[in-house]
């Protein structure tokens, strides 16, 4: 309730309040932007690029109860916009990464795996698991019915798996 | 049925809330986002503010009101003061400037820089805490035909930061045979009062850059009037909420009733009379509005500061107002056909020309010297930048010729919708509230 407080002082112009809720989320934008970009420079770059789309938006946020939905998503626009911008080069990128860090092995094979995704299923992977978001919240966010995003997710979880499947075979090789 | 997979996505993300965050780094670039969405979100502010400025200032022009008489002792003091005549001759279509140099509130400056035979002077300044009008003369040893000033920067010697509200300068001098000399005016209008009193204007013109440094006489105080009331035309309800009259210009102060089934585009006929009606019109050149035309807005007419009447009226007797609903014109430029526009069908016979673009045009029964058209966009809401709007009488009283420059068809979504900023439409009502 406080938070909904907050979010509509924002949307009539109440810098202090906007402050406040990017301060809330600032560590659910970081880290949203870590699992899609490829460093803290990057992801750093991310979270200031989003607090000003966010700023420059927050009046045509509808529903001020789905404020960190929404925020998240303006994050992951963000972030695949980053990654069309230099595709190529990040896969490159992460396929060295899978050879070096080794330890870090489970991590890397997942990261590379939802890079593998289509952006939707990816979108409602990371609102779903990484910012522990409710169904209701992502439908009403993306405007459409609850059943269809379970069916996106259900989708999602799919693809998933039969990345990491082909991942694993790859590498087991 | 996803368990492996949930597992593994639970499994990174702890890894993701495990790696360490810079709060520092974090802060930073949040702030730095901020910042630049707050120094955007002026500049755009300010920038719109400047087109709205300018386009009633250039419609203005055309003399809504009687010239001013000069008496015998303002003509002799005028005569006394060397180069005055041409100051006189800029400001004359404005009352309360008239009166600010009729009372010695003009301040003499003098002031030049010399570049490549070229040279500026300030000559003087009328300046409140809210506004300096500067005037200036362009001078070339070579006879010139056409000449402008292209920048203008302002800044307080001191370093304060001033907030501009509205800027007007540039306006071309022309002259068929050559002159080697040429007046005009710049008028810096502020948000915050001034607290400074040096300050440096530095001046672009024709490549070249000129400094000209120059100080502020003490200003006279604001004269401020609480009013509070609301006036009402057709039912609309406009409430005028105080008027601030500074030397320079009055600024009336009013807040449209949200409940108003028409928007109110332009108060063109909004007065102030005293009790022997003389009137004081709207600023003729120069910034004549600011603010929101939905909600609040100030309208700058011209100053009486000088002549301190024992009564003062606001008056109203008509404004521009079209239907809320009507407010939006749609168009498909594809069948070139007007699908939706105001009752009356005023706007007609659109067709696409090489010069201008789209063009209207547009019937109404006297002249109409306004801009009619505000923002566009397309079917998908996606706003269409326009490169240029134009506008033409015809010799046929009443009919104008409207131009938009539109980007490729293939660039935006028929039909598109124009947001209408004027329209010959009026209001009309008898309103008189008293200020003093």
């Given at each position: 309730?406080?938070?909904?407080?907050?979010?509509?002082?924002?949307i009539?112009?109440?810098?202090?309040?906007?402050?406040?809720?990017?301060?809330t989320?600032k560590?659910?934008?970081?880290?949203?932007?870590?699992?899609?970009?490829r460093?803290?420079?990057?992801?750093?770059e991310?979270?200031?690029?989003?607090?000003?789309?966010?700023?420059?938006?927050?009046r045509?946020?509808?529903?001020?109860?789905?404020?960190?939905?929404?925020?998240?998503?303006?994050?992951i626009?963000?972030?695949?916009?980053?990654?069309?911008?230099?595709?190529?080069?990040?896969?490159?990128?992460?396929?060295?990464?899978?050879?070096v860090?080794?330890?870090?092995y489970?991590?890397?094979?997942?990261?590379?795996?939802?890079?593998?995704?289509?952006?939707?299923?990816?979108?409602i992977?990371?609102?779903?698991?990484?910012n522990?978001?409710?169904?209701?919240?992502?439908?009403?966010?993306?405007?459409?019915?609850?059943?269809?995003?379970?069916?996106?997710?259900?989708?999602?979880?799919k693809?998933?798996?039969?990345?990491?499947?082909?991942?694993?075979g790859n590498?087991?090789? | 049925?996803?368990?492996?997979?949930?597992?593994?996505?639970?499994?990174?993300?702890?890894?993701l809330?495990?790696i360490?965050?810079?709060?520092?780094?974090?802060?930073?670039a949040?702030?730095?986002?901020?910042?630049?969405?707050?120094?955007?979100?002026?500049k755009?502010?300010?920038?719109?503010r400047?087109?709205?400025?300018?386009?009633i200032?250039?419609?203005l022009?055309?003399?809504?009101?009687?010239s001013?008489?000069?008496?015998?002792?303002?003509?002799?003091?005028?005569?006394?003061?060397p180069?005055?005549e041409?100051i006189?001759?800029?400001i004359?279509?404005?009352?309360?400037r008239?009166a600010?140099?009729?009372?010695?509130y003009?301040?003499?400056?003098?002031?030049?820089?010399?570049?490549?035979?070229?040279?500026?002077?300030?000559?003087?300044?009328?300046?409140?805490?809210?506004?300096?009008?500067?005037?200036?003369?362009?001078?070339?040893?070579e006879?010139?035909?056409?000449?402008?000033?292209?920048?203008v920067?302002?800044?307080?010697k001191d370093?304060?930061?001033?907030d501009?509200?509205?800027?007007?300068?540039?306006?071309l001098?022309?002259?068929?045979?050559?002159?080697?000399?040429?007046?005009?005016?710049?008028e810096?209008f502020f948000?915050?009062?001034?607290?400074?009193?040096?300050?440096?204007?530095?001046?672009?013109?024709?490549?070249?850059?000129?400094?000209?440094?120059?100080?502020?006489?003490?200003?006279k105080?604001?004269?401020?009037?609480?009013?509070?009331?609301?006036?009402?035309?057709?039912?609309?309800?406009?409430?005028v909420e105080?008027?601030?009259?500074?030397?320079?210009?009055?600024?009336?102060?009013?807040?449209?009733?949200p409940?108003?089934?028409?928007?109110i585009?332009?108060?063109?006929?909004?007065?102030?009379?005293d009790?022997?009606?003389?009137?004081?019109?709207?600023i003729?050149?120069?910034?004549t509005?600011?603010?929101?035309?939905?909600t609040?807005?100030?309208?700058?007419?011209?100053?009486?500061y000088?002549?301190?009447p024992?009564?003062?009226?606001?008056v109203l007797n008509?404004?521009q107002?079209?239907?809320?609903?009507?407010?939006?014109?749609?168009v498909d430029?594809?069948?070139?056909?007007i699908?939706?526009?105001?009752?009356?069908?005023?706007l007609?016979?659109?067709?696409?020309?090489?010069?201008?673009?789209?063009?209207?045009?547009?019937?109404?029964?006297?002249?109409?010297?306004?801009?009619?058209?505000?923002?566009?966009?397309?079917?998908n809401?996606?706003?269409?930048e326009?490169?240029?709007?134009?506008?033409?009488?015809?010799?046929r009283?009443g009919?104008?010729?409207?131009?938009?420059?539109?980007?490729p068809?293939?660039?935006?979504?028929?039909?598109?919708?124009?947001?209408l900023?004027?329209?010959?439409?009026?209001?009309?009502?008898?309103?008189?509230i008293?200020?003093?």
């Amino acid at each position: 309730m406080e938070t909904e407080q907050a979010v509509n002082k924002a949307i009539k112009g109440d810098d202090e309040a906007f402050l406040q809720l990017i301060q809330t989320y600032k560590i659910d934008l970081y880290k949203t932007a870590l699992s899609y970009l490829r460093n803290e420079e990057e992801a750093l770059e991310a979270v200031q690029d989003v607090t000003y789309r966010t700023y420059k938006s927050i009046r045509k946020l509808k529903e001020p109860a789905f404020f960190k939905t929404w925020l998240i998503r303006i994050m992951i626009n963000y972030c695949n916009d980053q990654l069309k911008k230099k595709k190529r080069l990040v896969l490159n990128d992460e396929l060295l990464d899978v050879q070096v860090v080794s330890e870090n092995y489970s991590e890397m094979e997942l990261k590379d795996a939802m890079l593998g995704l289509d952006e939707r299923s990816r979108e409602i992977l990371t609102l779903k698991y990484f910012n522990d978001l409710k169904i209701t919240d992502i439908a009403h966010c993306m405007q459409c019915p609850e059943g269809t995003v379970k069916t996106w997710l259900n989708k999602a979880l799919k693809s998933l798996r039969s990345k990491l499947e082909e991942k694993g075979g790859n590498l087991d090789v | 049925m996803f368990k492996n997979e949930e597992e593994k996505l639970g499994h990174y993300k702890n890894e993701l809330d495990n790696i360490p965050v810079s709060l520092g780094s974090l802060d930073n670039a949040i702030m730095a986002g901020f910042h630049k969405a707050k120094s955007e979100q002026r500049k755009r502010t300010r920038k719109m503010r400047g087109i709205y400025s300018f386009v009633i200032a250039a419609l203005l022009l055309i003399g809504l009101f009687s010239s001013i008489k000069i008496s015998p002792a303002f003509a002799s003091y005028i005569s006394e003061i060397p180069g005055m005549e041409k100051i006189v001759k800029l400001i004359d279509d404005d009352k309360g400037r008239m009166a600010a140099v009729e009372k010695k509130y003009y301040q003499k400056q003098g002031v030049s820089d010399e570049k490549d035979g070229l040279k500026v002077t300030i000559d003087g300044t009328i300046s409140d805490e809210k506004g300096i009008v500067l005037f200036y003369t362009l001078q070339s040893k070579e006879k010139i035909k056409e000449i402008q000033i292209d920048k203008v920067n302002l800044k307080a010697k001191d370093g304060t930061v001033l907030d501009e509200a509205s800027i007007s300068y540039g306006e071309l001098h022309q002259s068929e045979k050559g002159e080697h000399s040429f007046s005009g005016e710049i008028e810096y209008f502020f948000e915050a009062p001034l607290t400074a009193k040096n300050y440096v204007i530095n001046i672009e013109v024709k490549g070249k850059k000129f400094s000209l440094p120059f100080t502020l006489n003490d200003f006279k105080a604001k004269k401020e009037y609480t009013i509070n009331k609301t006036m009402e035309l057709e039912g609309q309800k406009i409430y005028v909420e105080k008027a601030d009259i500074y030397p320079l210009r009055v600024a009336i102060h009013l807040k449209m009733n949200p409940n108003n089934t028409k928007q109110i585009l332009n108060l063109e006929d909004l007065r102030l009379v005293d009790e022997n009606n003389e009137v004081w019109g709207k600023i003729s050149n120069g910034a004549t509005g600011l603010g929101d035309k939905d909600t609040e807005q100030e309208i700058y007419l011209q100053s009486n500061y000088f002549t301190d009447p024992k009564e003062l009226y606001l008056v109203l007797n008509s404004a521009q107002a079209v239907d809320k609903k009507d407010l939006i014109v749609i168009v498909d430029t594809d069948k070139l056909e007007i699908q939706k526009q105001p009752n009356g069908e005023m706007l007609q016979n659109i067709r696409f020309e090489e010069e201008r673009g789209l063009v209207f045009e547009l019937h109404s029964n006297k002249a109409f010297n306004f801009e009619l058209f505000g923002d566009i966009t397309d079917a998908n809401g996606n706003k269409i930048e326009v490169h240029e709007q134009s506008m033409s009488s015809s010799d046929r009283k009443g009919l104008t010729e409207l131009g938009i420059k539109l980007p490729p068809k293939n660039t935006y979504k028929n039909p598109i919708s124009i947001e209408l900023n004027y329209y010959p439409s009026w209001i009309k009502g008898h309103e008189k509230i008293r200020i003093k």
